[in-house]
């Protein structure tokens, strides 16, 4: 129910960004998320904007490098991501819920209701 699309391969450095247009209904007080899930690691939390409040949240390790939006008349939910590490290299999921989050559930995977299918980046060094 999400679509998540525009990964790819970049070297250290770059910048990508993803983008994810939910075929499901987004209300107002949605908080749309993004994960990522490193071979052999557990799925973890990268960015999350609660509608509501206009608000974007960022995990320490991409604050300052990655930036989360949403363009509202398309529907999509973006993430920018610049100054590429090798260990940003995951499988990166969309996420979303209608319910506004409170800050302490925006990193908890289980708070989301519908995901994508996940898409590839990987940063060469």
């Known amino acids: 129910q999400l679509q998540a699309c525009v990964g790819g391969l970049v070297q250290t450095g770059g910048s990508l960004r993803l983008s994810c247009e939910p075929s499901?209904?987004?209300?107002?007080?949605?908080?749309m998320g993004w994960f990522r899930q490193a071979p052999g690691k557990e799925r973890v939390f990268v960015a999350a904007?609660?509608?509501?409040?206009?608000?974007?949240h960022y995990a320490d390790s991409v604050k300052g490098r990655f930036t989360i939006s949403r363009d509202n008349a398309k529907n999509t939910l973006y993430l920018q991501m610049n100054s590429l590490k090798p260990e940003d290299t995951a499988v990166y999921y969309c996420?979303?819920?209608?319910?506004?989050?409170?800050?302490?559930?925006?990193?908890?995977?289980?708070?989301?209701?519908?995901w994508g299918q996940g898409t590839q980046v990987t940063v060469s060094s």
């Open positions: 996420a979303l819920t209608r319910s506004t989050l409170i800050l302490s559930n925006l990193y908890n995977s289980g708070a989301y209701d519908y």
């Open positions: 499901t209904r987004t209300d107002r007080t949605s908080t």
């Open positions: 904007m609660r509608l509501y409040y206009k608000s974007a």
